[in-house]
Antibody, heavy 120, light 110 residues
Framework: QVQLVQSGGDVKKPGASVKVSCKASGYTFANYGVSWVRQAPGQGLEWVGWISPFRGNTNYAQKVQGRVAMTTDTSTSTAYMELWSLRSDDTAVYYC?????????????WGQGTLVTVSS | QSVLTQPPSASGTPGQRVTLSCSGSSSNIGGNTVNWYQQLPGTAPKLLIYTNNQRPSGVPDRFSGSKSGTSASLAISGLQSEDEADYYCAAWDDSLNGVVFGGGTKLTVL
């Protein structure tokens, strides 16, 4: 069965960086894109970006452009999202999700979420 | 302020049919497909509807989606207590070159 397992939560100080991992299993990792979506406490969903493991091309939300990098390791079927110059409003649960087909906004399997807390 | 507009709350009684709305513009819903997600408390979102009106396997046919112009709707018939959740619409936005979500609708089953 398809599973996405994310790394554990983290607490960072403002200005620091964080790297969240997302290990996939149960499907051919290279054949499906990976989206990252975040959710601030008590708030709605916000798209962060996506990556194609096959080609390595990425697309990031304007809000985080220049502070985020998404990568994949096809040998371990793992996707990574690194965010730097952290601010308090980056505090959120970060989800990775598999892209269904070629439609980036259709995500059919999700990880359990990783809470990133930015606090001094 | 979300790019897609959803009413913050909705409610219904068991067995009732409820419709949730999602309003956008020509750069998102008007020119691209709409997806709907259900998020139960404390859990990750779940894909409910993709490409406007398609249900992934395992999603009951009580859930249906539609799109007209720059708006979309999610209908839930035969409302059940386990349908109490947050519902989000999502679409690609050509102007922003990214995915946009609605602010979400909290559905309460009375």
């Amino acid at each position: 069965q398809v599973q996405l397992v994310q790394s554990g939560g983290d607490v960072k100080k403002p200005g620091a960086s964080v790297k969240v991992s997302c290990k996939a299993s149960g499907y051919t990792f290279a054949n499906y894109g990976v989206s990252w979506v975040r959710q601030a406490p008590g708030q709605g969903l916000e798209w962060v970006g996506w990556i194609s493991p096959f080609r390595g091309n990425t697309n990031y939300a304007q809000k985080v452009q220049g502070r985020v990098a998404m990568t994949t390791d096809t040998s371990t079927s793992t996707a990574y999202m690194e965010l730097w110059s952290l601010r308090s409003d980056d505090t959120a649960v970060y989800y990775c999700a598999r892209v269904k087909g070629i439609v980036v906004e259709s995500n059919d399997y999700w990880g359990q979420g990783t809470l990133v807390t930015v606090s001094s | 302020q979300s790019v897609l507009t959803q009413p913050p709350s909705a409610s219904g009684t068991p067995g009732q049919r409820v419709t949730l709305s999602c309003s956008g513009s020509s750069s998102n819903i008007g020119g691209n497909t709409v997806n709907w997600y259900q998020q139960l408390p404390g859990t990750a979102p779940k894909l409910l509807i993709y490409t406007n009106n398609q249900r992934p396997s395992g999603v009951p046919d009580r859930f249906s989606g539609s799109k007209s112009g720059t708006s979309a709707s999610l209908a839930i018939s035969g409302l059940q207590s386990e349908d109490e959740a947050d519902y989000y619409c999502a679409a690609w936005d050509d102007s922003l070159n990214g995915v946009v979500f609605g602010g979400g609708t909290k559905l309460t089953v009375l």
